[in-house]
């Protein structure tokens, strides 16, 4: 799992942001597991770190679901970034515009909603790593706001220097999440 993260994400840029750029990031079939109370959580279905209380299941929870999730809207986003690069006129076109805002709001509004509280001692390690990986995205969603309400180049080129300001914490986040086998069932 691990490696096929690193491979893809080094594979291809992270996000599209000029004429020749795509990401490609097929999903990875992962299914996460409802979390209502950690007091009434059957901790076998976890990892082995996270059953022991090495990582909290609020750590895992999150870390998997920003891992699943943050796939589709990036590529929606790619998508409409690479239909604007086909046909400059959609510059002009209302409805696509308010698709494409649509699509950063969407993963804007993803990447605020992650909830991260840190309780055992890996959760802290993790956490430093995800939190960059999470400010990055932000930034990113901030910069390509902007470059869709102007269409000014500068602003997409911000929203390109984020998305590679991203990669060096992803990997961090990624192999700490690899130390404590957060990639392997505990059965």
Request: charged letters at 25%; one cysteine or more.
């Amino acid at each position: 799992m691990k490696a096929k993260l690193i491979g893809l994400l080094l594979a291809t840029p992270l996000l599209l942001v000029s004429c020749d750029e795509e990401f490609n990031l097929e999903g990875d079939g992962m299914s996460l597991i409802s979390v209502d109370s950690e007091s009434s959580i059957d901790l076998s279905l976890y990892p082995d770190s996270v059953a022991n209380g090495t990582v909290s299941v609020n750590m895992f929870e999150e870390s998997m679901r920003y891992i699943a999730g943050i796939n589709p809207r990036l590529i929606k986003i790619n998508e409409l970034q690479k239909q604007l690069n086909e046909n400059s006129l959609l510059r002009t076109d209302s409805e696509f515009k308010a698709e494409f805002v649509a699509a950063i709001e969407d993963y804007h509004v993803f990447v605020k909603g992650i909830y991260i509280t840190p309780s055992a001692n890996a959760d802290f390690e993790i956490n430093k790593s995800f939190s960059e990986v999470l400010y990055y995205d932000e930034l990113f969603a901030q910069s390509m706001r902007d470059y869709v309400n102007s269409y000014e180049g500068h602003y997409r080129e911000t929203a390109s220097k984020y998305s590679r300001l991203t990669k060096p914490s992803y990997l961090v986040f990624i192999d700490k999440l690899d130390k404590y086998k957060l990639f392997t069932d505990s059965n």
